[in-house]
């Protein structure tokens, strides 16, 4: 251990977080005085004892420390409350448990661990429990009073079963199940008679197992669900233990405690004898997924069951095929022929795969590299002779032991095991590398790994640089741009997210620069947004082309800005202002006239009130003014035409309004043309006449319409005296064409003589006339004309016809 | 007729996989995620239902919202407690959420998003169901869709691999273009390695052509189109088609048998086209004349139902066509469709300007009498200030004063604008050029830069040889070049400018006729080295249109595919013709 320690582990208060994690002690925890230089101090170190944080204990009496899942370090204090301080004794937080903790004192605290994360069970001194099950999520749960409870328990602890978590707790002789329902008495199956106290009890490292050790000196060992009994030991000695801890193996048959006692430790199990050791200092026990760590003021070990694959090769004289296989590889060095024999041997038993197989996995457990080297050197020999071993198992190894071999070093001091290290996992064990600020290291695994970037090097780099944004003796300028060398624009790495970190550490000038690095300008508007830097937020976000998001900041700026601002800004911002005039068109009206009226947008503005008169307004007085409206804009705006369209348009709203009244039936809304062919309809000709007169209705328009009306009329008498009131600007063939329309073929005749001549062989067609047609094609020699005829001619009846153009033509030609 | 590919034409790519995946997402969200079970039309009136929970599946609209927003206050005030689920198809709008909280039920509802934007209308056609599109953006200047195509072509390079060649005109192509481009990066290596599908792809703004869907159409599925509308790929053929007294759902797709043989054909050949089928189909029903007992009973159980269906379909198109002539063969439809020829060759303009009129004065159809005069307007790069005013007064006489907003539409979309005096091109273009330099500018659509745009029109046509010189009668029958979708006068625009980058490979050469678009800056290739890219998938071409692309360019690039050995594939926001272009245009009384 490279630690100093002055005082006895006795006299601290020590927390070792699993997972070769680090060691917290506090120094003088039970002094009360209020001098300084007494005071307690809080120590954190490496697992190997490298110093992390020192500080002086200023809070509150701690009654127990403990890591979280996350390594933060949870210091219970004696008023419930529980301060959370990092790896680097950083304070982070702190959160209550309750009033109820609060008025009773904390007797006794437990940090344990499941898979939802850290929990925290709490014994008040009312002799209450209370329990969280996940601190970062933190509901309190009292548990049920324990009757006549009069004392506090010999000892406690939590369990873990279908996924909720229980406290067992001895008095006297009874021991007591407490869910968060009820507390149950329960009893022990195959406890040894004559049992008057439990002195000390330990859950397995998986909440599989549970051990009691009792007054008698007697251990009982069994299921945690206090259904089995597993093995019992009588050690005799009935001095209450330090500490007991499981120490097995996962997936293994073995099943031991290690019990500690001030100079003797003892390793118990299912056998007669047990294992003694004496210990030359005080030591302290973490209990580990596949073994213990025993750390004291100068060493720290691991004792653990031996692997079988390590068993196998190295038990004295062992046959088995890697032992074989590991001495074959030993003579191949020496240059001995019996490397040849060995290797024989094996293979005529055909174990040659399984001892390959076992030497990878012995190297594993080792934690000697030249053991690792050996061993592995022995698979790699071994590998030559076989045929298609799948060489990943091997390669993998190596590349594990590398990663493990590097963190258990003392500098940087993680000691995992191989079986810690695959149940932990690489991103796991990265992010406890990020905690502990060894990004190089980090990033070396990832290299070496070859992770994929997202998960592997940026990940890190994006935390390397929100650490660097915490470092406030360095420049805004210089960190963006140590940032930016480092990230460049490596995949997977989001500015923003160390934006937000910088701007959390008060750095809102270095937020902003940081996420200048930014290519989605999408993901800087959020944080923009939340640093009040809404006009900018609003350019990127139109950058970003997402009109989804300009949208967001304009909300967001109509709120922050006064409305004068506001149309300022969107005035700058013609996409924005497009977005948010479409907005307002469906949902705000009146800002959007308001809009157009800051712009001095008068043809908008006209448009706006066009819309109004027939959209919102329902009276025609109304609609009349708003029409008026709309022509005064029109007019500013120097658009003339829609202005006098629009003053012809209230001219004739009023009219129709007055028609309404005089004639009845409905006017309102139709067009001009449509209000004079109703009149015409309607028998008010000398109406329709005036109105045509006042609007101005060019002939043409006014001959069609009345046409039309007319033959809608079948007033056939007027429509002849109609077309007789003077020349006709559309000339007759229009005539004769409503009239087969109408299917008056007599009226239609009438017409087809007046039509000119260029349209003449047209409209005698239409009224069916093939053989004058045919004539006056011919007189007009028109060659078109004549085929048009031509195809108008039915075989029977046009023969004559028909073979008369033919001589017509024919002569043509001649010609 | 129906001229087969050549035998070296790439196959397409599988569509249909884009169909299952729509389907399941929307089988897995309605019923498994919402228990939907009756599924109704949003409609504006009341829901009916009885259900205890209501679901909605709307496109992200502020109408939409006041709609739902209605039904669950009026909910409410009947004392009725229900669950209500709105589904936002393809994505939540923020605005839309902001209108359910400021009616009061943003608490009462919960909203979920599908991200549904590629439609597979045919084995080579591609939509997004945006018909909005065409007006939010190029009227009102919304780029809300914007992000809807970006993500909807990372889909497609998603699942079809990348293309190694890009081209692309226009500004909401640049900018759904360059939003594209960046969800790639941020998504790097999803397609990376992948072999492209498809060697192509060209992005095209339906404003670069407006005159090209403004067109009547006369190729058979655009006539269709015309004429009976075809909704997401099928149409309602009424009782004039069916003669019977119900109307029929026809899909229209390459899976029709008849109509894929007829749908890009010039309407003069269908009926000739399909007599003869029917004679066909009549000689084999025929030959069961004189089977014996075995080879009847093969015939009823192979052949028989096939013919059946035919005859079918037969009926229904041969339906459809009678019902066509009936209204097209008439005078008018012949004057007007001399008249468009008019306007698109650039001579006797007073007369088509008086034909114009007249279409007015006699209130033919406001639809069409504005098509008429945006045809006008953008063949002869404005109208002169006299017409612009007459046919102005003409039209809100006969149609209402409503129209003076419609007029105010078009004219910011530069479908309808008078000649400017004095602005010479020069000055416009350097004003244009200097909004598009400046970045921020650059994403702008400034909605009043349309203004000053001119179409430019007959210098383009003159540049691309868009109207073919013609000796003697064009001969439908066998076209020569895509002019034949518009009976030999005109060669659609859009497709000529996919023709010539096509064959250049870039715009390289075509400086002039981009510059005549007004979209100097607007104008990119995209080239990266692909040498994975097989010679098959480099003759495959996906063509975009922002704002909607007709059947008669479809026609034309099928026709033009054909000729080349290439297979086109399109996407589009939505289908269009001429009438929904007017109709996005049109103010109407509500």
């Given at each position: 251990m490279d630690w100093d320690l002055k005082?006895?582990?006795?006299d601290c208060l020590v927390a070792a977080a699993p997972y070769g994690g680090p060691i917290a002690l506090l120094r003088?925890?039970?002094?009360?005085?209020?001098?300084?230089?007494i005071r307690p101090v809080l120590e954190i170190y490496s697992?190997?004892?490298?110093?992390?944080a020192s500080l002086l204990w200023k809070s509150g009496p701690v009654v127990s420390l403990g890591w979280s899942a996350e390594e933060e370090l949870l210091c219970v204090q004696e008023d419930g409350v529980v301060l959370v301080y990092g790896l680097h004794g950083d304070f982070r937080r702190h959160f209550s448990m309750g009033n109820e903790v609060l008025q009773n004192r904390v007797l006794d605290a437990r940090i344990f661990h499941t898979e939802f994360g850290s929990g925290l069970a709490i014994l008040t001194g009312a002799h209450r429990f209370t329990l969280s099950a996940n601190v970062g999520d933190l509901k309190l749960r009292r548990m049920p009073e324990v009757p006549?409870?009069?004392?506090?328990?010999?000892c406690w602890t939590t369990l873990c079963q279908d996924r909720v978590a229980h406290i067992l707790l001895a008095v006297g002789p009874d021991l007591y199940l407490l869910d968060h329902a009820a507390c149950s008495a329960v009893t022990l199956p195959g406890l040894a008679p004559?049992?008057?106290?439990?002195?000390q009890m330990a859950v397995s490292f998986t909440y599989r197992h549970l051990a009691l050790f009792t007054d008698t000196g007697y251990i009982w060992m069994g299921t945690s669900s206090l259904k089995e009994k597993l093995c019992e030991f009588n050690c005799n000695i009935r001095a209450p233990p330090k500490q007991m801890v499981w120490c097995s193996r996962p997936r293994s048959k073995e099943r031991a405690v290690v019990v500690a006692w001030e100079r003797r430790l003892m390793v118990v199990g299912d056998a007669p004898e047990s294992i003694q050791f004496v210990l030359d200092e005080d030591s302290y026990l973490v209990p580990e997924l596949d073994g213990v760590r025993i750390f004291s003021r100068s060493t720290h070990e691991f004792l653990h069951e031996v692997p079988v694959a390590s068993e196998e090769i190295f038990k004295i004289a062992s046959m088995a095929p890697g032992a074989l296989l590991l001495e074959a590889q030993k003579e191949y060095e020496k240059e001995s022929q019996k490397a040849d024999e060995y290797l024989r041997e094996i293979q005529e038993l055909g174990q040659l795969t399984q001892a390959v197989q076992q030497c990878i996995e012995a190297a594993g457990h080792e934690h000697r590299p030249d053991m690792q080297k050996s061993l592995l050197r022995a698979a790699s020999f071994g590998k030559?002779?076989?045929?298609?071993?799948?060489?990943d198992s091997f390669v993998r190894m190596c590349q594990d032991l590398r990663v493990l071999n590097a963190i258990r070093d003392y500098h940087i001091?993680?000691?995992?095991t191989y079986s810690q290290y695959k149940q932990l996992t690489i991103q796991v064990l990265l992010d406890r590398l990020v905690l502990r600020r060894l990004y190089p290291l980090a990033i070396q695994i990832c290299e070496y790994l070859r992770l994929p970037e997202v998960q592997g090097v940026s990940r890190i780099l994006a935390h390397w640089a929100c650490y660097k944004v915490q470092?406030?003796?360095?420049?805004d300028e210089d960190v963006a741009r140590a940032i930016n060398q480092k990230l460049?624009?490596?995949?997977?790495?989001s500015y923003s997210d160390i934006a937000a970190r910088a701007y959390g550490c008060g750095r809102t000038e270095l937020a902003i620069k940081l996420l200048e690095?930014?290519?989605?300008s999408g993901e800087q508007v959020p944080l923009l947004l939340k640093m009040k830097r809404s006009k900018l937020a609003l350019s990127k976000a139109i950058e970003s082309g997402d009109t989804d998001l300009v949208f967001t900041v304009l909300l967001h700026l109509k709120n922050e800005l006064n409305r004068g601002d506001f149309f300022m800004t969107l005035r700058n911002q013609p996409m924005a202002l497009s977005l948010y005039r479409q907005f307002c068109k469906h949902q705000e009206l009146e800002t959007l006239k308001d809009l157009y009226n800051q712009d001095d947008n008068h043809q908008e503005l006209g448009s706006f009130h066009i819309r109004a008169s027939y959209?919102?307004?329902?009276?025609i007085e109304g609609r009349v003014a708003a029409l008026q409206t709309a022509a005064d804009a029109f007019y500013k705006a120097k658009n003339e035409f829609a202005a006098k369209a629009t003053e012809d348009q209230m001219r004739l709203l009023r009219l129709q309004r007055r028609l309404e009244d005089e004639l009845g039936g409905h006017f309102v809304d139709l067009s001009l043309h449509d209000t004079v062919t109703t009149l015409i309809l309607g028998g008010h000709s000398k109406r329709a006449e005036q109105l045509a007169r006042d609007f101005r209705i060019p002939d043409k328009r006014l001959w069609w319409l009345k046409l039309t009306a007319l033959a809608d009329l079948e007033d056939w008498e007027e429509l002849e005296k109609f077309s007789k009131s003077k020349k006709s600007p559309i000339g007759y063939l229009p005539f004769v064409e409503i009239c087969m329309k109408q299917h008056n073929k007599y009226e239609a005749k009438k017409y087809a003589s007046r039509v000119g001549p260029e349209q003449k062989v047209k409209a005698l067609l239409l009224v069916g006339d093939v053989a004058q047609a045919a004539d006056v094609a011919i007189e007009h020699r028109n060659e078109a004309e004549l085929s048009l005829v031509l195809s108008h001619c039915?075989?029977?009846?046009d023969g004559a016809t028909a073979d008369k153009i033919q001589r017509a033509r024919a002569q043509a030609q001649k010609k | 007729m129906a001229f087969p590919h050549r035998p070296d034409a790439p196959e397409l790519p599988d569509f249909s996989m884009l169909k299952r995946l729509a389907r399941d997402q929307l089988i897995y969200l309605l019923?498994?995620?919402?228990?939907?079970?009756k599924l109704y039309k949003v409609e504006s009136k009341p829901a009916?239902?009885?259900?205890e929970q209501l679901c909605f599946l709307v496109r992200p609209r502020i109408k939409n919202m006041r709609y739902i927003a209605s039904l669950v206050n009026a909910d409410k005030m009947a004392g009725r407690t229900r669950k209500y689920k709105v589904i936002f198809c393809p994505q939540k709008f923020h605005a839309c959420e902001m209108v359910l909280e400021e009616e009061g039920v943003y608490g009462d509802v919960s909203c979920d998003e599908w991200a549904?934007?590629?439609?597979?209308?045919?084995v080579d056609l591609l939509s997004m169901?945006?018909?909005e599109f065409f007006r939010d953006y190029?009227?009102?200047?919304?780029?809300?869709?914007i992000n809807t195509v970006a993500q909807a072509l990372h889909l497609l390079s998603t699942l079809y691999?990348?293309?190694p060649n890009c081209y692309g005109i226009g500004r909401c192509t640049k900018m759904s273009y360059e939003l594209w481009r960046r969800l790639e990066e941020e998504e790097?290596?999803?397609?990376?390695g992948r072999r492209p599908e498809i060697g192509h792809i060209f992005l095209l703004d339906r404003d670069v052509d407006f005159v090209t869907a403004l067109c009547s159409q006369v190729v058979y599925e655009g006539l269709v189109d015309d004429t009976f509308r075809i909704k997401c790929g099928s149409v309602d053929f009424g009782p004039e088609v069916t003669s019977s007294d119900r109307s029929l759902k026809v899909l229209l797709n390459a899976e029709d048998k008849v109509f894929n043989e007829i749908r890009n054909e010039h309407f003069s050949n269908v009926f000739g086209f399909l007599s003869q089928k029917a004679r066909n189909l009549q000689a084999q029903y025929d030959?069961?004349?004189?089977?014996?007992i075995k080879q009847m009973k093969n015939f009823v159980s192979q052949e028989l139902k096939g013919l059946k269906q035919e005859h079918r379909l037969l009926s229904v198109h041969i339906g459809a066509c009678e019902s066509i002539m009936k209204k097209k063969t008439k005078q008018d439809f012949q004057e007007l469709i001399k008249t468009e020829h008019a306007l698109l060759e650039g001579f006797n303009i007073r007369e088509s300007t008086s034909y114009i009129e007249e279409h007015i004065d006699r209130q033919v159809s406001p639809i069409e009498s504005l098509r008429l005069m945006c045809l006008l307007s953008i063949t002869e790069n404005g109208l002169i200030p006299k017409d612009y005013r007459s046919l102005k007064t003409q039209y809100l006489q006969s149609?209402?004063?409503?129209?003076l907003l419609t007029f105010s539409n078009l004219r910011r979309a530069g479908l309808l604008t008078e000649q400017a005096p004095g602005d010479t091109l020069t000055a416009v273009e350097s004003k244009v050029s200097k909004l598009v330099t400046d970045k921020a500018a650059g994403?702008?659509?400034?909605?009043?830069?349309s203004l000053a745009k001119r179409s430019n029109f007959r210098a383009i046509s003159k540049k691309l040889n868009l109207i073919p010189r013609v000796d003697?009668?064009?001969?439908l029958k066998v076209?020569?070049?895509?002019a034949y979708v518009f009976s030999g006068a005109y060669v659609p625009l859009s497709c000529r400018i996919i023709e010539q980058v096509l064959e250049r490979r870039s715009w390289q050469g075509l400086d002039e006729v981009v510059r005549l678009l007004n979209c100097s800056e607007l104008a990119f290739t995209d080239t990266t080295k692909e040498d994975k890219a097989s010679s098959e998938c480099l003759r495959l071409i996906l063509v975009v249109f922002l704002g909607g692309c007709t059947f008669s360019e479809i026609s034309a690039l099928r026709f033009l595919g054909r000729e080349k050995g290439y297979r086109f594939i399109f996407l589009t926001t939505a289908i269009t013709n001429s009438a929904r272009l007017m109709e996005a245009m049109s103010e109407v009384k509500a």
């Amino acid at each position: 251990m490279d630690w100093d320690l002055k005082e006895e582990l006795r006299d601290c208060l020590v927390a070792a977080a699993p997972y070769g994690g680090p060691i917290a002690l506090l120094r003088n925890p039970w002094r009360k005085e209020k001098a300084t230089s007494i005071r307690p101090v809080l120590e954190i170190y490496s697992a190997s004892g490298l110093p992390l944080a020192s500080l002086l204990w200023k809070s509150g009496p701690v009654v127990s420390l403990g890591w979280s899942a996350e390594e933060e370090l949870l210091c219970v204090q004696e008023d419930g409350v529980v301060l959370v301080y990092g790896l680097h004794g950083d304070f982070r937080r702190h959160f209550s448990m309750g009033n109820e903790v609060l008025q009773n004192r904390v007797l006794d605290a437990r940090i344990f661990h499941t898979e939802f994360g850290s929990g925290l069970a709490i014994l008040t001194g009312a002799h209450r429990f209370t329990l969280s099950a996940n601190v970062g999520d933190l509901k309190l749960r009292r548990m049920p009073e324990v009757p006549g409870l009069q004392s506090a328990p010999s000892c406690w602890t939590t369990l873990c079963q279908d996924r909720v978590a229980h406290i067992l707790l001895a008095v006297g002789p009874d021991l007591y199940l407490l869910d968060h329902a009820a507390c149950s008495a329960v009893t022990l199956p195959g406890l040894a008679p004559g049992v008057s106290s439990f002195l000390q009890m330990a859950v397995s490292f998986t909440y599989r197992h549970l051990a009691l050790f009792t007054d008698t000196g007697y251990i009982w060992m069994g299921t945690s669900s206090l259904k089995e009994k597993l093995c019992e030991f009588n050690c005799n000695i009935r001095a209450p233990p330090k500490q007991m801890v499981w120490c097995s193996r996962p997936r293994s048959k073995e099943r031991a405690v290690v019990v500690a006692w001030e100079r003797r430790l003892m390793v118990v199990g299912d056998a007669p004898e047990s294992i003694q050791f004496v210990l030359d200092e005080d030591s302290y026990l973490v209990p580990e997924l596949d073994g213990v760590r025993i750390f004291s003021r100068s060493t720290h070990e691991f004792l653990h069951e031996v692997p079988v694959a390590s068993e196998e090769i190295f038990k004295i004289a062992s046959m088995a095929p890697g032992a074989l296989l590991l001495e074959a590889q030993k003579e191949y060095e020496k240059e001995s022929q019996k490397a040849d024999e060995y290797l024989r041997e094996i293979q005529e038993l055909g174990q040659l795969t399984q001892a390959v197989q076992q030497c990878i996995e012995a190297a594993g457990h080792e934690h000697r590299p030249d053991m690792q080297k050996s061993l592995l050197r022995a698979a790699s020999f071994g590998k030559c002779f076989l045929d298609k071993f799948p060489p990943d198992s091997f390669v993998r190894m190596c590349q594990d032991l590398r990663v493990l071999n590097a963190i258990r070093d003392y500098h940087i001091g993680i000691p995992l095991t191989y079986s810690q290290y695959k149940q932990l996992t690489i991103q796991v064990l990265l992010d406890r590398l990020v905690l502990r600020r060894l990004y190089p290291l980090a990033i070396q695994i990832c290299e070496y790994l070859r992770l994929p970037e997202v998960q592997g090097v940026s990940r890190i780099l994006a935390h390397w640089a929100c650490y660097k944004v915490q470092q406030k003796d360095v420049s805004d300028e210089d960190v963006a741009r140590a940032i930016n060398q480092k990230l460049g624009d490596t995949p997977g790495v989001s500015y923003s997210d160390i934006a937000a970190r910088a701007y959390g550490c008060g750095r809102t000038e270095l937020a902003i620069k940081l996420l200048e690095y930014e290519p989605r300008s999408g993901e800087q508007v959020p944080l923009l947004l939340k640093m009040k830097r809404s006009k900018l937020a609003l350019s990127k976000a139109i950058e970003s082309g997402d009109t989804d998001l300009v949208f967001t900041v304009l909300l967001h700026l109509k709120n922050e800005l006064n409305r004068g601002d506001f149309f300022m800004t969107l005035r700058n911002q013609p996409m924005a202002l497009s977005l948010y005039r479409q907005f307002c068109k469906h949902q705000e009206l009146e800002t959007l006239k308001d809009l157009y009226n800051q712009d001095d947008n008068h043809q908008e503005l006209g448009s706006f009130h066009i819309r109004a008169s027939y959209a919102a307004e329902e009276r025609i007085e109304g609609r009349v003014a708003a029409l008026q409206t709309a022509a005064d804009a029109f007019y500013k705006a120097k658009n003339e035409f829609a202005a006098k369209a629009t003053e012809d348009q209230m001219r004739l709203l009023r009219l129709q309004r007055r028609l309404e009244d005089e004639l009845g039936g409905h006017f309102v809304d139709l067009s001009l043309h449509d209000t004079v062919t109703t009149l015409i309809l309607g028998g008010h000709s000398k109406r329709a006449e005036q109105l045509a007169r006042d609007f101005r209705i060019p002939d043409k328009r006014l001959w069609w319409l009345k046409l039309t009306a007319l033959a809608d009329l079948e007033d056939w008498e007027e429509l002849e005296k109609f077309s007789k009131s003077k020349k006709s600007p559309i000339g007759y063939l229009p005539f004769v064409e409503i009239c087969m329309k109408q299917h008056n073929k007599y009226e239609a005749k009438k017409y087809a003589s007046r039509v000119g001549p260029e349209q003449k062989v047209k409209a005698l067609l239409l009224v069916g006339d093939v053989a004058q047609a045919a004539d006056v094609a011919i007189e007009h020699r028109n060659e078109a004309e004549l085929s048009l005829v031509l195809s108008h001619c039915t075989g029977a009846t046009d023969g004559a016809t028909a073979d008369k153009i033919q001589r017509a033509r024919a002569q043509a030609q001649k010609k | 007729m129906a001229f087969p590919h050549r035998p070296d034409a790439p196959e397409l790519p599988d569509f249909s996989m884009l169909k299952r995946l729509a389907r399941d997402q929307l089988i897995y969200l309605l019923e498994q995620q919402h228990e939907v079970d009756k599924l109704y039309k949003v409609e504006s009136k009341p829901a009916l239902s009885s259900n205890e929970q209501l679901c909605f599946l709307v496109r992200p609209r502020i109408k939409n919202m006041r709609y739902i927003a209605s039904l669950v206050n009026a909910d409410k005030m009947a004392g009725r407690t229900r669950k209500y689920k709105v589904i936002f198809c393809p994505q939540k709008f923020h605005a839309c959420e902001m209108v359910l909280e400021e009616e009061g039920v943003y608490g009462d509802v919960s909203c979920d998003e599908w991200a549904f934007s590629l439609l597979p209308l045919d084995v080579d056609l591609l939509s997004m169901e945006l018909p909005e599109f065409f007006r939010d953006y190029f009227l009102e200047g919304d780029q809300r869709w914007i992000n809807t195509v970006a993500q909807a072509l990372h889909l497609l390079s998603t699942l079809y691999g990348p293309f190694p060649n890009c081209y692309g005109i226009g500004r909401c192509t640049k900018m759904s273009y360059e939003l594209w481009r960046r969800l790639e990066e941020e998504e790097d290596g999803e397609t990376k390695g992948r072999r492209p599908e498809i060697g192509h792809i060209f992005l095209l703004d339906r404003d670069v052509d407006f005159v090209t869907a403004l067109c009547s159409q006369v190729v058979y599925e655009g006539l269709v189109d015309d004429t009976f509308r075809i909704k997401c790929g099928s149409v309602d053929f009424g009782p004039e088609v069916t003669s019977s007294d119900r109307s029929l759902k026809v899909l229209l797709n390459a899976e029709d048998k008849v109509f894929n043989e007829i749908r890009n054909e010039h309407f003069s050949n269908v009926f000739g086209f399909l007599s003869q089928k029917a004679r066909n189909l009549q000689a084999q029903y025929d030959r069961r004349r004189g089977m014996d007992i075995k080879q009847m009973k093969n015939f009823v159980s192979q052949e028989l139902k096939g013919l059946k269906q035919e005859h079918r379909l037969l009926s229904v198109h041969i339906g459809a066509c009678e019902s066509i002539m009936k209204k097209k063969t008439k005078q008018d439809f012949q004057e007007l469709i001399k008249t468009e020829h008019a306007l698109l060759e650039g001579f006797n303009i007073r007369e088509s300007t008086s034909y114009i009129e007249e279409h007015i004065d006699r209130q033919v159809s406001p639809i069409e009498s504005l098509r008429l005069m945006c045809l006008l307007s953008i063949t002869e790069n404005g109208l002169i200030p006299k017409d612009y005013r007459s046919l102005k007064t003409q039209y809100l006489q006969s149609y209402g004063p409503e129209h003076l907003l419609t007029f105010s539409n078009l004219r910011r979309a530069g479908l309808l604008t008078e000649q400017a005096p004095g602005d010479t091109l020069t000055a416009v273009e350097s004003k244009v050029s200097k909004l598009v330099t400046d970045k921020a500018a650059g994403k702008i659509t400034d909605a009043f830069s349309s203004l000053a745009k001119r179409s430019n029109f007959r210098a383009i046509s003159k540049k691309l040889n868009l109207i073919p010189r013609v000796d003697g009668e064009y001969d439908l029958k066998v076209p020569r070049d895509m002019a034949y979708v518009f009976s030999g006068a005109y060669v659609p625009l859009s497709c000529r400018i996919i023709e010539q980058v096509l064959e250049r490979r870039s715009w390289q050469g075509l400086d002039e006729v981009v510059r005549l678009l007004n979209c100097s800056e607007l104008a990119f290739t995209d080239t990266t080295k692909e040498d994975k890219a097989s010679s098959e998938c480099l003759r495959l071409i996906l063509v975009v249109f922002l704002g909607g692309c007709t059947f008669s360019e479809i026609s034309a690039l099928r026709f033009l595919g054909r000729e080349k050995g290439y297979r086109f594939i399109f996407l589009t926001t939505a289908i269009t013709n001429s009438a929904r272009l007017m109709e996005a245009m049109s103010e109407v009384k509500a």
